[in-house]
C-alpha cells in the first residue's frame, strides 16, 4: 500500500485532512488543557468552615437546645485534642473572603439568644482552651431572668467575643411588616453597637426564619454575613446572607456532633 499523496485521489486527500485534524487536536489539545489547568489553579479554592450553633450550656432536663456543662466541655476537649481552630468573626471573614489563609482545622462558635449561661458556664470552659465565640443577642432579652446582662456581655466582649444582633424580641419575621422587620434588627445593632462601641455587622435569625425584605433590609444596613439554622457547613459559594450552621442538639449522641463536625454535607 502507497501512502503518496495524490491530490486528484479523494481517498488520499480525505487521509490527508484527518493527519492535519489529528496532529491540531495533538497540538492544540495540550495547550488548551495547560490553560484551563492554570485557570482552575488561578481561581481560588472554596471555603468551607463548620459554625456550630449553641444556645443555653446548663442542666438540660431532655431540652434540645439546652446542652450540659459535662457535654460541653466534652465537645471543646475534642476540639483541642483534635487541632481545631475557632476563630473569631474578624478570621471567619478574612478566611471566608479568601483574604487570609484558613488556619487548620477552623471552627466558628455561635451562641444565639443571650442566656446568661453564656458567661456563667460557657466562658470558663471556652477560656481554659482560649477559645473566642460569638454571641447573637436578642437585645430585648437582655437583664430578663435567665439572660444576660449587660456587665456580662462586655465581660464576654472584654473576653474576646464577638457580640451581635438576633433582632430585640425574637419574633418570626416573616410574619412582620418591612417596618417591623427594620426596628428588630436595626434597633439591636444600634443598641450593641453603641454599648460595646464595635461594628455589631452580622446577624443571626431566630428561629433561622427570613423572607426577601430581611435579605433586602440587612443589605442595605450593609451586614456582611448572617446566619441560617440551614444544616451543614458555611461555604464560601453560599450567599452572604444565607449562611448554613450546624445546630447543637443535646438529644443527639456525641459520635453524631462529630460527624456534623468533621463531614461536609
Ligand atoms: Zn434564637
Redesign the pocket.
Known sequence: MSFRLQKSNPRTARFARALACLLLVCLVAPAQSLASGATAEAKPHGIAIPVLNYHSIGAEHGNPYVLSPDTFARQMDYLAAHHYTPLTLAQFASVMGHEQPSPPHPVLLTF??GYASNAEVALPILQKHGYPATLYV?TGLISTPGYLTWPQIKQLSAAGWDVAS?TVT?PHLPKLSKKEQREEILASRALIERNLAKPADTFAY??GEYNRTTLRILRKAKFRYAFTTLDGWATSEQPRLQLHRIVVDSQKPFEEWVEQLTQRE
Request: no cysteine.
Open positions: 444565639d439568644d436578642s438576633h425574637h431566630p428561629f
